[in-house]
């Protein structure tokens, strides 16, 4: 039997070969759909995006920082300005072996230690990735020298910087201040105060002074170029520029040939002083002794020089004039004596008997002058600088009467000057007590301690500004000026000027005859009181007030000078304003550890207002301490109507050198809440 042929179906065969097609056909399509609608996305809807990061692979944007402001004084002296440099940077993230780096670098340029130093510091302080400056102010010779060896040294290059540069050193050091290299603290608070975008490419900024209270005019705008790379990273050509915008201009209130003047007559002593022109709150100058020279933080400074500044035991960082706080002595008599008249306390011709001290419960205050000084009335008392008249008075007024008068006369406040640091000090009241100790038995105010407040020891501490600022107050019969030491403020690009000159904040409601009666034996102490041989033939009436402020209580012994280490001598105190009947200077000034204000003080505030009033410079240069400069009789410095010394130029201002006395705390301690004890006197004025 036959086996039946099984016959093929080619329909079927047929059938599925065209579905097997069509699906593959599908598939394809699908494939090339899905490629294309992507390519559609990313050519078409997401063109722009893709554009720009194409672009910014080929774009680099590279920050330009703009040329920052200078400063200069109230006559056109530049006090702070930039200039051009090349600097040799190391960028230490693309370097394998720093050191080997240096060392080779060294032998085509010089490095010194100092540089060395400072670069390490710097590291410390920077991200790796940060260009750090190892050789600043590159000599041409030195720039080609690497210029031809630079493909020896990867992440190593030269680059051109504006440098902040103080053409003055020393002088007016603290209230210029200084810039410094920004590090991860600044970026913190440029970031929360939106102003990173402005520092790109910036390396520095205000630290210190002015240059930090007013970063923001003097840093000006940072600008932008676009610069075209290539594979490498290497600019190829530049496409677009935006200029950056230079910082604003300060113009300052300050005489520099005055502030010189002032800080030459220091000497060798530490100090401060503060002028201020009455009828506008403008410091005409503002000095702390000893001083620094700000242009060693401009590149970065090296430990060693932050040691010797920063372990001084003068302290020259420390801005005396707005910082230190000390007890004022008797200057502080002038202002309790118009309190006296305006609260009513005393009429101007009531006299007390001074029998040489102040009894007070089975204390006893004591007066300078053994004996005492006979029948004082309110404008003798100020003229003899008589102790006793005081302690009788602030018994009668109480502490929160004094406290009251002093404050709008800016005892114990910040004044608002525009500089950063200012200290507020201690007005002593019953309130300050209670907030200021821990202690219940300590938080008591005792009437006893009322007594020598009078006379500016206990706890009272003020700086030479709070006392510069009250004197110009009275000045100005009773008007209230903000201290500030920038004049107006000049656009770089439309030199248009902004004036800093505030209308007054306060006015005083002091009565005209009370004024003129401390006024007039403000001038008396310089033509028969305590300062009268040091303002003898002066050619204008000032009204001043010497102060002796004692540094240690002496425990019931005489004060000797001679006995007392430097440390410890009491510190020496002025206070004036002059023409008397029309003031155009205020100043109070102090010599730490000078000793008497007649001897140590009044001398420099004579050779100050001899300048600014009379155009007079003294005969010679103070050459150890204000008590050697005192005994040159003042008379004889005025009487030659021709100087023979000048004042040293702008560029070369004179660089006293600082004494290495320790100075001391000039506020009481807190441990002795009694602090009004007989031994609390005025040694002499």
């Given at each position: 039997?036959?086996?039946?042929?099984?016959?093929?179906?080619?329909?079927?065969?047929?059938?599925?070969?065209?579905?097997?097609?069509?699906?593959?056909?599908?598939?394809?399509?699908?494939?090339?759909?899905?490629?294309?609608?992507?390519?559609?996305?990313?050519?078409?809807?997401?063109?722009?995006?893709?554009?720009?990061?194409?672009?910014?692979?080929?774009?680099?944007?590279?920050?330009?920082?703009?040329?920052?402001?200078?400063?200069?004084?109230?006559?056109?002296?530049?006090?702070?300005?930039?200039?051009?440099?090349?600097?040799?940077?190391?960028?230490?993230?693309?370097?394998?072996?720093?050191?080997?780096?240096?060392?080779?670098?060294?032998?085509?340029?010089?490095?010194?230690?100092?540089?060395?130093?400072?670069?390490?510091?710097?590291?410390?302080?920077?991200?790796?990735?940060?260009?750090?400056?190892?050789?600043?102010?590159?000599?041409?010779?030195?720039?080609?020298?690497?210029?031809?060896?630079?493909?020896?040294?990867?992440?190593?290059?030269?680059?051109?910087?504006?440098?902040?540069?103080?053409?003055?050193?020393?002088?007016?050091?603290?209230?210029?201040?200084?810039?410094?290299?920004?590090?991860?603290?600044?970026?913190?608070?440029?970031?929360?105060?939106?102003?990173?975008?402005?520092?790109?490419?910036?390396?520095?900024?205000?630290?210190?002074?002015?240059?930090?209270?007013?970063?923001?005019?003097?840093?000006?705008?940072?600008?932008?170029?676009?610069?075209?790379?290539?594979?490498?990273?290497?600019?190829?050509?530049?496409?677009?520029?935006?200029?950056?915008?230079?910082?604003?201009?300060?113009?300052?209130?300050?005489?520099?040939?005055?502030?010189?003047?002032?800080?030459?007559?220091?000497?060798?002593?530490?100090?401060?002083?503060?002028?201020?022109?009455?009828?506008?709150?403008?410091?005409?100058?503002?000095?702390?002794?000893?001083?620094?020279?700000?242009?060693?933080?401009?590149?970065?400074?090296?430990?060693?020089?932050?040691?010797?500044?920063?372990?001084?035991?003068?302290?020259?960082?420390?801005?005396?004039?707005?910082?230190?706080?000390?007890?004022?002595?008797?200057?502080?008599?002038?202002?309790?004596?118009?309190?006296?008249?305006?609260?009513?306390?005393?009429?101007?011709?009531?006299?007390?008997a001074d029998p040489g001290y102040f009894l007070f419960g089975n204390h006893r205050f004591n007066d300078d002058k053994p004996g005492g000084h006979g029948?004082?009335?309110?404008?003798?008392?100020?003229?003899?600088?008589?102790?006793?008249?005081?302690?009788?008075?602030?018994?009668?007024?109480?502490?929160?009467?004094?406290?009251?008068?002093?404050?709008?006369?800016?005892?114990?406040?910040?004044?608002?000057?525009?500089?950063?640091?200012?200290?507020?000090?201690?007005?002593?009241?019953?309130?300050?007590?209670?907030?200021?100790?821990?202690?219940?038995?300590?938080?008591?105010?005792?009437?006893?301690?009322?007594?020598?407040?009078?006379?500016?020891?206990?706890?009272?501490?003020?700086?030479?500004?709070?006392?510069?600022?009250?004197?110009?107050?009275?000045?100005?019969?009773?008007?209230?000026?903000?201290?500030?030491?920038?004049?107006?403020?000049?656009?770089?690009?439309?030199?248009?000027?902004?004036?800093?000159?505030?209308?007054?904040?306060?006015?005083?409601?002091?009565?005209?005859?009370?004024?003129?009666?401390?006024?007039?034996?403000?001038?008396?102490?310089?033509?028969?009181?305590?300062?009268?041989?040091?303002?003898?033939?002066?050619?204008?009436?000032?009204?001043?007030?010497?102060?002796?402020?004692?540094?240690?209580?002496?425990?019931?012994?005489?004060?000797?000078?001679?006995?007392?280490?430097?440390?410890?001598?009491?510190?020496?105190?002025?206070?004036?304003?002059?023409?008397?009947?029309?003031?155009?200077?205020?100043?109070?000034?102090?010599?730490?550890?000078?000793?008497?204000?007649?001897?140590?003080?009044?001398?420099?505030?004579?050779?100050?207002?001899?300048?600014?009033?009379?155009?007079?410079?003294?005969?010679?240069?103070?050459?150890?301490?204000?008590?050697?400069?005192?005994?040159?009789?003042?008379?004889?410095?005025?009487?030659?109507?021709?100087p023979a010394a000048t004042l040293p130029s702008a560029a070369q201002p004179s660089a006293a050198q600082p004494s290495a006395a320790q100075p001391s705390a000039a506020q009481p301690s807190a441990a002795q809440?009694?602090?009004?004890?007989?031994?609390?006197?005025?040694?002499?004025?």
């Open positions: 039997m036959s086996r039946r042929t099984e016959l093929r179906n080619p329909q079927r065969e047929r059938y599925n070969f065209q579905l097997r097609l069509w699906v593959a056909i599908a598939v394809v399509l699908a494939g090339f759909g899905v490629l294309l609608s992507r390519f559609f996305f990313l050519q078409v809807v997401e063109h722009d995006k893709y554009h720009t990061m194409a672009e910014t692979n080929r774009i680099s944007l590279v920050p330009i920082p703009p040329p920052r402001g200078i400063i200069t004084d109230r006559n056109g002296v530049v006090l702070a300005r930039n200039h051009s440099a090349y600097t040799l940077e190391i960028t230490p993230s693309k370097v394998e072996d720093l050191n080997a780096t240096i060392d080779a670098l060294a032998k085509l340029i010089e490095i010194s230690p100092r540089d060395r130093r400072r670069f390490k510091k710097l590291m410390e302080e920077s991200k790796d990735f940060a260009s750090l400056p190892i050789k600043t102010r590159l000599s041409d010779e030195e720039v080609a020298r690497f210029a031809v060896n630079a493909y020896r040294f990867p992440g190593v290059e030269i680059k051109a910087r504006l440098f902040r540069h103080y053409p003055m050193g020393e002088s007016a050091s603290h209230l210029l201040g200084y810039i410094g290299r920004i590090n991860d603290r600044d970026l913190v608070m440029l970031e929360e105060d939106g102003r990173l975008p402005n520092y790109r490419g910036s390396d520095h900024m205000g630290k210190f002074g002015l240059e930090q209270s007013y970063e923001e005019q003097l840093h000006g705008k940072t600008g932008y170029e676009e610069v075209e790379i290539d594979a490498n990273g290497r600019a190829v050509n530049s496409l677009k520029r935006t200029p950056p915008i230079s910082g604003n201009n300060l113009v300052l209130t300050v005489d520099i040939k005055l502030q010189q003047l002032a800080e030459q007559a220091f000497g060798n002593n530490k100090g401060a002083l503060v002028a201020i022109e009455p009828a506008t709150g403008g410091v005409l100058a503002l000095v702390s002794r000893p001083g620094f020279d700000p242009n060693l933080f401009v590149d970065g400074i090296d430990p060693q020089s932050w040691r010797e500044l920063n372990e001084s035991p003068d302290h020259p960082l420390n801005n005396r004039a707005i910082q230190g706080t000390y007890m004022p002595g008797s200057t502080f008599k002038p202002f309790m004596a118009l309190g006296a008249l305006e609260l009513g306390k005393r009429t101007p011709h009531q006299a007390f029948m004082v009335d309110l404008e003798r008392s100020i003229v003899v600088s008589c102790d006793t008249y005081y302690y009788l008075l602030a018994n009668d007024m109480g502490i929160d009467n004094i406290a009251r008068f002093m404050k709008p006369l800016g005892f114990g406040q910040k004044s608002g000057i525009d500089l950063p640091g200012e200290k507020a000090g201690v007005l002593p009241s019953t309130e300050w007590k209670r907030r200021a100790f821990q202690k219940p038995q300590m938080k008591k105010w005792y009437a006893g301690e009322t007594v020598s407040i009078a006379i500016g020891q206990g706890y009272n501490s003020y700086t030479p500004l709070q006392l510069a600022q009250a004197t110009s107050i009275l000045a100005n019969r009773g008007v209230v000026f903000r201290p500030h030491l920038v004049r107006y403020i000049e656009n770089s690009m439309t030199r248009a000027r902004t004036m800093i000159e505030p209308q007054p904040v306060a006015r005083l409601p002091y009565k005209p005859q009370h004024l003129d009666t401390v006024t007039r034996a403000m001038v008396n102490v310089n033509k028969a009181g305590t300062s009268a041989r040091v303002f003898a033939n002066a050619g204008y009436d000032a009204a001043g007030k010497t102060g002796t402020a004692q540094r240690y209580s002496l425990r019931g012994a005489t004060y000797i000078r001679s006995q007392v280490a430097k440390h410890l001598q009491d510190d020496a105190w002025f206070i004036v304003f002059a023409p008397a009947d029309k003031p155009r200077i205020a100043l109070a000034l102090i010599v730490e550890n000078g000793g008497f204000g007649a001897e140590a003080a009044a001398p420099i505030a004579r050779k100050v207002l001899d300048y600014y009033l009379l155009g007079k410079l003294p005969k010679e240069p103070a050459k150890s301490d204000a008590p050697a400069a005192a005994a040159t009789s003042p008379a004889a410095e005025s009487a030659s109507p021709e809440p009694n602090a009004a004890q007989p031994e609390e006197e005025d040694h002499s004025d």
